[in-house]
């Protein structure tokens, strides 16, 4: 949730060479095509076929899929503009950060009702039609957007209270420190990371721990949404790694000035884009209704 991970030439740093910068561009912008590429076929499937969007875990799914690539195309943008305008009008720039900031949020909220969904299918199959209905499953989306919204919302109307009004009409790097500096802000999203970390994890150990004593003596099925459940944890693991990977990036650029583009770099590909790719290959590969069905609008 750190957005800093998407800019890499940033003002007082030694600027990459032509070629590198190109080549970093290249590859940023191949990795976010390839990956919304994907994600576009796995969102045509959803639409295609009832059974999809009538199951509650396949629209967790395709909510997830659809926030990853708000998230992509965002922090795709962001870094581009680092190396091409560099400065952009603030107002611009604070809608952006809004929206990446959101999507970025959503995705451990969405990874941890996931995880439950797995765990009332095993652990109550009886019930599990009763509690994970189609209007829950909405209702629950939208909980996790207006959880977002309320976390996030505040960084915007303490600035617009604490800063001239100019300020919005002038131009800065677009990095969330630039924009949301307020020492109060800072404080909040501190204490916000650690109230989220701490609910998203407790949940998905639970889940998990639940299923795998569940999955000892019982179905493949059960095997299966462990195993799926623990992809949800790595993925939560790459995700989270967005509340302490700044401090290690930092370290990293002190001891390695000369390398602050290049640390830059591999941060955003390992922070931003990494867990972002898993979401295809938990049900666009593993999942065989989902599977079958992708293999036949892909060989069209």
Same mark, same amino acid.
């Given at each position: @949730?750190?957005?800093?991970?998407?800019?890499?030439?940033?003002?007082?740093?030694? &600027?990459?060479? /032509?070629?590198?910068?190109?080549?970093?561009?290249?590859?940023?912008?191949?990795?976010?095509?390839?990956?919304?590429?994907?994600?576009?076929?796995?969102?045509?499937?959803?639409?295609?076929?009832?059974?999809?969007?009538?199951?509650?875990?396949? #629209? $967790?799914?395709?909510?997830?899929?659809?926030?990853?690539?708000?998230?992509?195309?965002?922090? /795709? *943008?962001?870094?581009?503009?680092?190396?091409?305008?560099?400065?952009?009008?603030?107002?611009?720039?604070?809608?952006?950060?809004?929206?990446?900031?959101?999507?970025?949020?959503?995705?451990?909220?969405?990874?941890?009702?996931?995880?439950?969904?797995?765990?009332?299918?095993? +652990?109550?199959?009886?019930?599990?039609?009763? #509690?994970?209905?189609? !209007?829950?499953? *909405?209702?629950?989306?939208?909980?996790?957007?207006?959880?977002? @919204? *309320?976390?996030?919302? &505040?960084?915007?109307?303490?600035?617009?209270?604490?800063?001239?009004?100019?300020?919005?009409?002038?131009?800065?790097?677009?990095?969330?420190?630039?924009?949301?500096?307020?020492?109060?802000? $800072?404080?909040?999203?501190?204490?916000?990371?650690? $109230?989220?970390?701490?609910?998203?994890?407790?949940?998905?150990?639970?889940?998990?721990?639940?299923? /795998?004593?569940?999955?000892?003596?019982?179905?493949?099925?059960?095997? !299966?949404?462990?195993?799926?459940?623990?992809?949800?944890?790595?993925?939560?693991?790459? +995700?989270?790694?967005?509340?302490?990977?700044?401090?290690?990036?930092?370290?990293? @650029?002190?001891?390695? &000035?000369?390398?602050?583009?290049?640390? =830059?770099?591999?941060?955003?590909?390992?922070?931003?884009? =990494?867990?972002?790719?898993?979401?295809?290959?938990?049900?666009? *590969?593993?999942?065989?209704?989902?599977?079958?069905? $992708?293999?036949?609008? =892909?060989?069209?």
């Amino acid at each position: @949730m750190n957005l800093s991970s998407v800019t890499v030439t940033a003002v007082g740093r030694t &600027p990459d060479s /032509l070629i590198k910068a190109v080549a970093k561009n290249l590859i940023v912008v191949i990795l976010g095509i390839s990956i919304n590429f994907i994600n576009t076929g796995l969102i045509h499937t959803f639409r295609k076929h009832q059974i999809f969007y009538m199951t509650p875990r396949y #629209i $967790l799914f395709i909510h997830l899929v659809i926030n990853d690539m708000i998230q992509i195309t965002l922090t /795709l *943008l962001l870094f581009v503009i680092s190396y091409t305008i560099h400065r952009i009008n603030v107002s611009i720039c604070s809608i952006i950060l809004m929206f990446a900031i959101f999507t970025d949020f959503n995705t451990p909220l969405n990874l941890a009702c996931m995880a439950l969904e797995c765990f009332i299918a095993i +652990c109550f199959p009886l019930r599990h039609a009763h #509690i994970c209905t189609i !209007k829950r499953t *909405l209702i629950l989306i939208g909980l996790i957007w207006t959880t977002t @919204m *309320l976390s996030c919302l &505040p960084d915007l109307f303490i600035t617009l209270a604490t800063v001239p009004l100019d300020f919005f009409h002038s131009k800065v790097f677009c990095l969330r420190e630039n924009v949301f500096a307020n020492p109060i802000i $800072l404080e909040k999203r501190d204490i916000t990371y650690i $109230l989220l970390l701490v609910t998203v994890w407790t949940t998905v150990f639970y889940a998990y721990f639940q299923i /795998l004593s569940t999955a000892q003596t019982a179905s493949e099925d059960a095997k !299966k949404a462990r195993n799926t459940v623990l992809l949800h944890g790595f993925q939560l693991l790459l +995700c989270m790694l967005t509340y302490v990977a700044p401090q290690l990036r930092d370290v990293l @650029m002190q001891r390695f &000035p000369q390398n602050s583009t290049d640390i =830059l770099f591999a941060y955003y590909i390992l922070i931003q884009v =990494l867990p972002r790719s898993i979401s295809p290959i938990i049900y666009g *590969l593993r999942d065989k209704a989902f599977r079958k069905y $992708l293999k036949k609008h =892909l060989s069209c």
